[in-house]
């Protein structure tokens, strides 16, 4: 089962910012926070990840708490394009190399 | 720099017929994971496998289903004896190496549809 929880679905203002919430409290040790998107079903597209800093990349910055119980994904300046399934995965360290992929939040960008 | 290739990118079967789904990982990635999304569901992990080697099928269905990756050559994902709830989209990714800080490029997918 997926580690994550994130809202159902956000819409979006067209060249505004969009903030994308993921809760994942019983992350633990050393695992890494990964984020896909999957665009009106395309294969998943990987964004970004991060362990405890903050990191950025030139498709979005990922935000983590200082207790790593959430995470913000960040599009600085959503277009139409950013519209699809955005996915926040917990990745266990070790072990298993698979990613479990949850029900994931529908962004809407509108024009 | 090509990415994940897959082939076909859409392939019909009877059902009782066998299904080939081939991935091509990206250069220089040694590593290859299969996925299936059924009808508006998530994506669910099937295998894991390195140059001749599965490392994890845990999600993989006990029969009808194989995997391999060869020396030379895509891996292959082989489904014997299909039925109809054998559709979905069936995604490859590959990574460069072992291990959660390698993140996995996913293929554009074969949608397989049995008849």
Redesign the interface.
């Known amino acids: 089962d997926a580690k994550t929880t994130q809202p159902t679905s956000m819409d979006c203002a067209e060249g505004r910012a969009a903030n994308l919430p993921c809760n994942h409290s019983t992350i633990s040790g050393n695992e890494y926070v990964y984020w896909y998107r999957q665009i009106h079903s395309q294969g998943p597209q990987y964004i970004i990840h991060g362990l405890k800093n903050n990191e950025t990349n030139e498709m979005a910055s990922l935000i983590i708490t200082e207790d790593r119980k959430s995470s913000t994904l960040i599009l600085p300046h959503a277009t139409l394009r950013d519209t699809a399934v955005y996915y926040c995965i917990v990745r266990p360290q070790g072990g298993s190399e698979k990613l479990v992929f949850g029900k994931g939040m529908k962004l809407t960008v509108n024009p | 720099n090509a990415g994940?290739m897959q082939n076909p990118r859409h392939l019909v079967r009877r059902r009782g017929q066998e299904a080939r789904l081939r991935c091509s990982p990206m250069k220089g990635h040694s590593?290859v994971?299969w996925?299936r999304q059924l009808p508006e569901e998530?994506?669910?992990?099937m295998v894991?496998l390195q140059k001749e080697n599965i490392?994890?099928e845990?999600?993989m269905p006990k029969e009808r289903f194989s995997a391999e990756f060869p020396k030379e050559g895509p891996s292959i994902l082989r489904i014997q004896q299909v039925v109809r709830g054998d559709s979905a989209?069936y995604?490859c990714?590959s990574?460069w190496g072992?291990?959660?800080?390698y993140?996995?490029?996913?293929?554009?997918?074969t949608r397989l549809t049995v008849t």
């Open positions: 994940v590593h994971y996925y998530g994506l669910k992990f894991y490392i994890d845990s999600g989209a995604f990714a990574s072992q291990g959660d800080i993140e996995q490029y996913f293929g554009p997918g």
